[in-house]
């Protein structure tokens, strides 16, 4: 699912919008079967603290015989982050993980020195419409953990922090926030959360984290006087006191944020590096296919094919 559209981020001007930093309108793009919408990396930002990646997926509505069929593609230096709101599909990796992924719970794979995966549906779903929407996102790892072995952590919805009152619910999905913690350990100083807020119900966003974003999933929402759509991503500057307010219909809301990086990434593909060599060197062990010794392994039970790589 991976493509680079050029993106026009609009930047706000005027006290009523001093806080936000930066305004992103991902741009759309349609995959066949389902559209994705892309926050991040943009041309002006291309990190909030580390998330340096942010789709959008659906939502979507597959008719019989039509599904997710993303065959086993390789990932250095990231975590991924996949969390549904509808929808389930199925993650193999090269660690042997065999999970299915559904709606509200936490799947965080981290790539450090290499990983492989796919992502589909079986048989039995194909047999019957679905829907899927949801949320994926890449993590970039400091360089002292960008070349550790590969790992894979589920999280079950039910054991994730759930914050409720005020006519909101807020599920702490990664990280530290709001005097809570959630249970997955991540490779740096991060929050994710989700939000639903009721009409009229307002959010402070967490003062213990440098860098801070918010991205409207649906309904809309007020920050300074200024109301902000579905669709758009919102970056705040550090330090700020900021606080989303739901408009008329409600909101639902993906908050994010964290510690800033060392220094910006170079993205290629589904890699992920502070340094070119560190790309150059996962293009040349994907492009050999040594599946048996090499440093791509293909996912047991998903190993009788893979996506080239581009260019090839």
Known sequence: ????????????????????????????????????????????????????????????????????????????????????????????????TDQWIEPGAVNLMTAGHGVTHSERVDEDMLKAPYSLFGIQTWIALPEDKEDQPADFVHAPKDTLPLLTGERKEVRLILGDAWGERAPVPTPSEMFYADAALEAGAAIPLPDNHEDRGAYVVSGSVRVAGQLFEAGQMMVFRPGDRVSLTAGDQGARLMLLGGATLGGPRHIWWNFVASSRDRIDAAKEAWRAGDWAHGRFLLPPGDDSEFIPLPGA
């Open 1 to 96: 699912m991976s493509w680079n559209p050029a993106l026009d981020p609009d930047c706000p001007i005027g006290d009523a919008v001093d806080s936000i930093e930066t305004v992103i309108v991902p741009r759309a793009r349609d995959l066949g079967d389902f559209e994705v919408r892309r926050a991040l990396p943009a041309p002006k930002r291309q990190m909030v603290g580390p998330f340096i990646f942010f789709d959008q997926m659906g939502p979507a509505e597959f008719v019989t015989g039509q599904g997710i069929d993303i065959r086993p593609h390789p990932h250095i230096g990231l975590a991924t982050v996949t969390y549904l709101y509808k929808g389930k599909f199925h993650h193999r990796d090269s660690l042997g």
